[in-house]
Nanobody
Framework: QLQASGGGLVQAGGSLRLSCAAS????????MAWFRQAPGKEREFVAN????????YYGDPVKGRFIISRDNAKNTASLQMNNLNPEDTAIYYC???????????????????WGQGTLVTVSS
């Protein structure tokens, strides 16, 4: 099970921190990621953190503004979002999967576990 939290309303230029807690044996030692979906748009890759080596990947719209991190001991992942703009408004989903190959990291179909989503609204 994945439990996401931390969404809310923030003004443009502000920051928010999202958290995702994974529970259950199937969700230990997994790659964790964040996706987002804005109204009327397709789900979009935001960031990924690999369990094995801690390597991180980011979608182009968030590079340099968002930071993904994880705590393997607690089986949690966080997304620090800085310098937010209205285009970041979306429902953010936490996702997890096992041994995802690099070429599939940005594909939502590579992740078998999903959280319920948390709404982030950025006002101008």
């Amino acid at each position: 099970q994945l439990q996401a939290s931390g969404g809310g309303l923030v003004q443009a230029g502000g920051s928010l921190r999202l958290s995702c807690a994974a529970s259950g044996r199937a969700l230990s030692r997994v790659d964790m990621a964040w996706f987002r979906q804005a109204p009327g748009k397709e789900r979009e890759f935001v960031a990924n953190t690999r369990w094995r080596d801690g390597h991180t990947y980011y979608g182009d719209p968030v590079k340099g503004r968002f930071i993904i991190s994880r705590d393997n001991a607690k089986n949690t992942a966080s997304l620090q979002m800085n310098n937010l703009n209205p285009e970041d408004t979306a429902i953010y989903y936490c996702a997890a999967g096992s041994s995802i190959i690099t070429s599939n990291i940005r594909s939502s179909s590579a992740y078998h576990y999903w959280g319920q989503g948390t709404l982030v609204t950025v006002s101008s």
